[in-house]
């Protein structure tokens, strides 16, 4: 991966996830914020843009495919470049995986993930 710091959200609602996240990310150098529900991580993206989103599924407030329409609005109103969204999620129903692709996600990454999943998906 190329040296340069890109810019990470990690909506997750979770402080114990939250945290394990940082942790395993932070070896990398990027810059990391964190979101506490699906909101709060469609607010942050309307004020700056992101390399990557990472997105947990069940949030109160907005859950990850609610808050990933909305985002995925705002590119479109916006005319922005368009963020990687991928989903954090323990489980592994396909049927989950489908709709995350159908709500504009371009991928998932089950939990508990590996930082190396994360840096691949900002390449």
């Known amino acids: 991966m190329e040296n340069e710091r890109k810019k ?7 402080a114990i996830n939250q945290k394990v996240a940082l942790l395993l990310l932070q070896k990398y150098q990027q810059t990391i914020d964190i979101a506490d529900n ?7 993206f309307r004020k700056q843009d992101y390399d ?17 329409l ?21 489980s592994s129903v396909s049927d989950e995986s489908e709709r995350c692709y159908a709500v504009g996600m371009d991928g998932y990454i089950t939990k508990p993930f590996r930082a190396e999943e994360v840096i691949r998906a900002l390449d």
């Open 8 to 14: 990470i959200l990690i909506a997750e609602d979770n």
């Open 38 to 44: 699906g909101r709060i991580a469609v607010e942050k």
């Open 52 to 68: 990557l989103v990472l997105m947990d599924l069940h949030m109160p407030e907005l859950d990850g495919f609610e808050a990933t």
């Open 70 to 90: 909305k985002i995925r609005e705002i590119e479109e109103s916006e005319n922005r470049k368009k963020v990687k969204i991928f989903a954090m999620t323990a």
